[in-house]
């Protein structure tokens, strides 16, 4: 079984802790992002303590998880970009689902789905 490095999106109960728990020792999944509400964040950092801890607000926001602006565009190679394609269309989805109110342009939707990812496994 290859081990994997995930990025983790999930709702604020404290179970996806344990979930995550079993996942890295039943399938080698290791947690290093970790996108959650700040109130989780030192349950989260007690068991993963080397995951990135991004709050939700900022990311919804193109702050990256030190606060900082995600606005610029970021140096990615090709291949990186063809091996993120695929979550790149997921989050573009995931970004029509939520932003019922068309707040966000597709060019905007696509520079933050490529920083959250180059951000996310630099």
């Known amino acids: 079984m290859n081990a994997k490095n995930v990025l983790f999106c999930v709702s604020s109960q404290p179970e996806w802790i344990a979930t995550a728990s079993q996942l890295l020792e ?13 109130e989780n964040h030192a349950a989260v950092e007690s068991v993963f303590g080397d995951a990135t ?36 269309s997921t989050a573009m989805e995931m970004m029509d689902r939520i932003d019922l109110g068309q707040s966000f342009r597709n060019q905007e939707r696509k520079r933050l789905a490529v920083n959250m990812l180059s951000h996310a496994f630099d």
């Open 26 to 38: 039943r399938q080698k999944w290791t947690p290093t992002y970790w996108i959650t509400r700040v």
């Open 53 to 88: 801890l991004h709050r939700r607000l900022d990311l919804n926001r193109g702050l990256d998880a030190s606060g900082s602006e995600m606005n610029s565009w970021r140096s990615v190679s090709q291949e990186f970009f063809q091996e993120g394609q695929f979550y790149i």
